[in-house]
């Protein structure tokens, strides 16, 4: 079943009730009696259109919901159905095997990426499986016919003027932004419960002391009962997080903050029209082309010039990454700082050139101060953007756990060594792996406090302007 035409057939499906229910209730409404055009029983309760949405919503929706779940939860019935028919002599025990059998019989079944002979009982098996299929994506079509036809049947012959359908629509869209609002808090849960399910496991098998105030980094393969080694101590990916978050800010905050200083102050409407949004292009540029930019253009290029004047700067270093990584923010500062700006009062700016300020005067002891939290604001969530920044570190900054404030040197942060832990087959019974959840943790709370912060300062002085 193509999810293409699915969605293409509901999308139809929609417009067609949407017209056949507005085209009824605009009927019912011309019904009414020009001698009684005010009467409350005569008239609309909703609008033409509210009907027919509410027609859109009683066909349409619970087809796409029987759909959805069909997607979701339908294969595995199937598969579940085609490994109860495989004859116990053929079917593995564990449970990876299993899977690699049903992989086999699925690329039999669809033709595609078949490897090998088929023995008798998976060629049987992929046939029963397509003649599942088969039988289930027309049961399922089916199945969305009859509900979409049971919901607009029963809109068609409830609809008159009393219905309200208004209310039922508003309704429907406010359960609609409940339910986003739910996954979007339950997925915050589910990562948090996550990282500290598994960070408890880490934590059994290497000491938080060792973990957090350890000064060697170096993870070992440490399984229960072992006993934990040395090589876990956060302190250097800590130092090299912050070092280049660092560089990062003491670029993007001075260049971030006057270029908003400047659009929202000095330039004219036609040069901030076109320099606005070529500062904010920045913004939409992938880290991994940041990254590619530091690695064959930056690095070499700091390289050669410490060369120059007897400095050893490695072309993969903290610098590298900072000077990269404080280009990219220099869009989160420049352009949440001035649409913070324009935000002051102008009667603020006209009250302080009537007293005899200068422009400059005006901005640096009038607008700067009234927009101070807000900038601040700004600039806490641009440094928890870049603690948390990947691509550009795993390229540019050489990749070395060592504990370090040279910012000539190779350092690695906590999100390149969660890449690290993480990459390829893992065992989660040893801490080396584990130790990725415990790292992702740890960043989680520093990004949090510092989101917090932010918010904290722009609540308690922002200030609020008619």
């Not at 019904?31 to 033409?48: C, F, G, M, Q, Y």
């Not at 069909?70 to 449970?95: C, K």
């Not at 595609?112 to 029963?128: K, L, M, N, S, T």
């Not at 001075?254 to 606005?276: D, V």
Request: net charge neutral; proline share 5%.
């Amino acid at each position: 079943m193509n999810s293409f035409y699915v969605a293409a057939g509901l999308l139809a499906l929609s417009v067609v009730v949407y017209q056949f229910a507005l085209v009824r209730s605009k009927k019912m409404e011309a019904d009414v009696p020009a001698s009684e055009p005010t009467s409350s029983s005569l008239r609309l309760h909703s609008r033409p259109s509210y009907h027919g949405w509410l027609a859109v919503l009683r066909a349409t929706v619970p087809a796409a919901l029987i759909f959805i779940l069909w997607t979701i939860f339908g294969f595995q019935v199937i598969s579940t159905m085609v490994l109860g028919q495989i004859p116990a002599e053929h079917l593995p025990a564990d449970p990876l095997q299993q899977k690699v059998l049903l992989q086999k019989i699925t690329n039999l079944s669809t033709g595609f990426g078949i490897v090998g002979e088929a023995q008798p009982f998976e060629q049987a098996a992929a046939d029963y499986m397509r003649e599942l299929t088969a039988f289930a994506h027309l049961f399922v079509f089916g199945l969305m016919a009859f509900v979409a036809a049971i919901g607009f049947f029963w809109t068609w012959r409830s609809a008159d003027r009393r219905t309200r359908a208004r209310n039922q629509v508003e309704t429907a869209v406010q359960v609609a932004l409940l339910a986003c609002s739910a996954i979007a808090i339950f997925t915050t849960l589910g990562i948090v419960l996550s990282m500290l399910s598994e960070s408890f496991n880490f934590f059994r098998l290497v000491s938080p002391q060792d973990f957090f105030f350890g000064t060697t980094w170096n993870p070992g393969f440490v399984t229960y009962g072992q006993g934990a080694t040395e090589g876990f101590g956060i302190l250097p990916l800590l130092a090299g997080t912050f070092l280049i978050a660092t560089i990062a800010m003491l670029v993007a905050i001075p260049i971030g903050l006057m270029s908003a200083i400047y659009m929202a102050e000095y330039a004219s409407p036609a040069t901030r029209a076109w320099a606005k949004p070529i500062i904010e292009v920045l913004a939409g540029i992938p880290t991994i082309v940041y990254g590619v930019f530091a690695l064959i253009m930056v690095g070499p290029f700091l390289s050669d010039l410490g060369a120059s004047f007897g400095l050893d700067i490695r072309a993969t270093s903290a610098l590298t990454a900072g000077l990269v990584m404080g280009i990219m923010i220099i869009p989160f500062i420049s352009s949440l700082s001035d649409d913070i700006i324009t935000q002051v009062p102008r009667a603020m700016r006209d009250g302080s050139l009537a007293l005899g300020a200068t422009k400059s005067e005006t901005t640096i002891k009038v607008v700067l101060p009234a927009a101070l939290p807000g900038v601040v604001g700004a600039i806490l969530l641009a440094v928890s953007r870049a603690i948390g920044e990947t691509m550009i570190v795993v390229l540019a900054a050489g990749n070395a756990p060592v504990l370090t404030a040279n910012p000539f040197e190779s350092v690695s942060t906590v999100t390149v060594s969660i890449v690290k832990q993480l990459t390829g087959d893992q065992d989660f019974s040893s801490a080396q792996s584990l130790a990725g959840f415990a790292l992702g943790l740890t960043l989680f709370v520093m990004t949090l406090v510092l989101n917090v912060i932010a918010l904290v300062i722009v609540r308690r002085y922002r200030e609020q302007y008619e």
